[in-house]
């Protein structure tokens, strides 16, 4: 579904100075797998995400989706953000159905494609409320609504639950494990939570402090569907432990904070 080969990306400053936020990475993605990115803060997650989406162009190297190239945003992805970014001005069923303004599309069944993802989500009964009347974990499954409703191949997905208490977060993350089972997706989930990447992945790819590489791509042998009582299984916490000493070079009990969470 994806393949990025020799991929490198530079930024330039308007004072002639340039940062190499990615080099020389290659990867591939099947269809429907589910990959996450984790790895130090700056170390080029999000501008990979950026490349994917189109956003950004490559400095040099080939990235390609179904065996095109990516020049520009494409219509068969989605992109969900840390923060929902809903329009407040706006009810429920209007954000999400905003996407399909900006394509210009009218399809007849469109509301009711909203509606069906809205209850897939647990956002039945909340059509025609506006974003300040819903909690931030209510905001963000309206913001994965908006991202699904033209039902893109790919989920682009950055940090999406970094804002959240820890609590919503959990509960977030295996809403989208339901999801993604009942509606499959390839998606490529940027986190700086180990714990997270491991429960919802099929594999982690490891990132290096900036310029970012791939230090090691972690196989998740976990068989699905996945529960939060698996963190406490030998095989979940084998690979944890195996991403945090590519990280920081040592045992997870030599490290602390929100990254080693």
């Known amino acids: 579904m994806i393949r990025v080969e020799g991929l490198s990306k530079v930024f330039h400053s308007r004072d002639g100075g340039s940062v190499v936020a990615l080099h020389d990475v290659s990867l591939e993605v099947g269809r429907n797998e589910f990959v996450s990115l984790v790895g130090p803060s700056g170390c080029g997650k999000s501008t990979m995400l950026r490349l994917l989406a189109g956003l950004v162009g490559a400095t040099r190297g080939v990235l390609e989706i179904d065996g095109t190239a990516v020049a520009e945003p494409r219509r068969d992805i989605g992109i969900v953000f840390q923060s929902p970014t809903l329009l407040p001005w706006a009810d429920i069923t209007d954000n999400v159905l905003f996407p399909l303004r900006l394509m210009r599309e009218r399809a ?25 009347e819903l909690s931030g974990g209510m905001q963000q499954r309206a913001a994965i609504c908006r991202a699904l409703i033209h039902d893109p191949g790919i ?20 809403e989208l494990l339901r999801i993604w089972t009942e509606n499959p997706k390839t998606i490529v989930f940027v986190t700086h939570s180990i714990t997270e990447a491991v429960l919802l992945s099929d594999r982690v790819i ?56």
Do not use: W
């Open 108 to 132: 007849s069944d469109a509301r009711a494609r909203a509606h069906a993802l809205l209850e897939l989500v647990g956002l039945k009964g909340f059509e025609s409320r506006y974003p300040r």
């Open 155 to 174: 989920l682009l997905m950055d940090e999406p639950f970094g804002a959240l208490d820890a609590l919503t977060r959990e509960v977030m993350s295996m």
């Open 206 to 261: 490891v990132m290096s402090p900036r310029p970012g590489r791939i230090a090691e791509v972690v196989d998740v042998p976990i068989e699905r569907p996945r529960t939060l009582d698996m963190e406490g299984s030998r095989e979940f916490q084998e690979c944890t432990r195996r991403i945090r000493r590519r990280i920081f070079g040592a045992d997870e009990t030599d490290v602390s904070g929100p990254a080693a969470a």
